[in-house]
T-cell receptor, first 114, second 110 residues
Framework: ETGVTQSPTHLIKTRGQQVTLRCSSQ?????VSWYQQALGQGPQFIFQ???????GRGNFPPRFSGLQFPNYSSELNVNALELDDSALYLC?????????????FGEGSRLTVL | LAKTTQPISMDSYEGQEVNITCSHN???????ITWYQQFPSQGPRFIIQ???TKVTNEVASLFIPADRKSSTLSLPRVSLSDTAVYYC???????????FGKGTRLHILP
């Protein structure tokens, strides 16, 4: 069983640039959630995708957008990067068929904005 | 979603039992209590989930009193590798968004 994989693992951007982060969900999981985790803080919910549709969104501006593809992989796009966007971005997959509803996280993509 | 309150940090020693308590006064009837563990530069990992009384698995136990307004994660005989941040979450099973608080930083000393 393949776990959640994210790419790239690390990247550096400058203010105003755009970034795309990618996530492959765990086999059999049709739901993907994205989180932003700043240093020393808990993960903050960005949004969730279920069957290619956004299925809930946290308190993040529209310049944070996403996609889910037919194979359930997902992308997180951030436009007009700001210094405060520097964080670990975590992708988690889940399946409504799982009794616990637990999230399976990837290792994250660490974004540094200069 | 019910808000949770847990200690910011805790220290313990190898071989000890560690209990981390989480307060969730506004827990709803359909809500479950779930704990995650996170090591530095890794995503959180599911530890245990419960609804009431006691749940035990191979890594931890979860104690939930009758009023369900709090819960206690118990880690038996901790080792240095249990040093991590532990998050208590409350919500419906399979609900659409899982919200993390700040968690408890557990530091195990030799």
């Amino acid at each position: 069983e393949t776990g959640v994989t994210q790419s790239p693992t690390h990247l550096i951007k400058t203010r105003g640039q755009q970034v795309t982060l990618r996530c492959s969900s765990q086999s059999g999981h049709n739901t993907v959630s994205w989180y932003q985790q700043a240093l020393g803080q808990g993960p903050q919910f960005i949004f969730q995708y279920y069957r290619e549709e956004e299925n809930g969104r946290g308190n993040f501006p529209p310049r944070f957008s996403g996609l889910q593809f037919p194979n359930y992989s997902s992308e997180l796009n951030v436009n007009a990067l700001e210094l405060d966007d520097s964080a670990l971005y975590l992708c988690a997959s889940s399946s409504l068929r799982t009794n616990t509803g637990e999230l399976f996280f990837g290792e994250g993509s660490r974004l540094t904005v200069l | 979603l019910a808000k949770t309150t847990q200690p910011i940090s805790m220290d313990s020693y190898e071989g000890q039992e560690v209990n981390i308590t989480c307060s969730h006064n506004n827990i709803a009837t359909n809500d479950y209590i779930t704990w995650y563990q996170q090591f530095p530069s890794q995503g959180p990992r599911f530890i245990i989930q419960g609804y009431k009384t006691k749940v035990t698995n191979e890594v931890a136990s979860l104690f939930i009193p009758a009023d369900r307004k709090s819960s206690t994660l118990s880690l038996p005989r901790v080792s240095l590798s249990d040093t991590a941040v532990y998050y208590c979450l409350v919500g419906k099973r399979g609900h659409d968004k899982i919200i993390f608080g700040k968690g408890t930083r557990l530091h195990i000393l030799p």
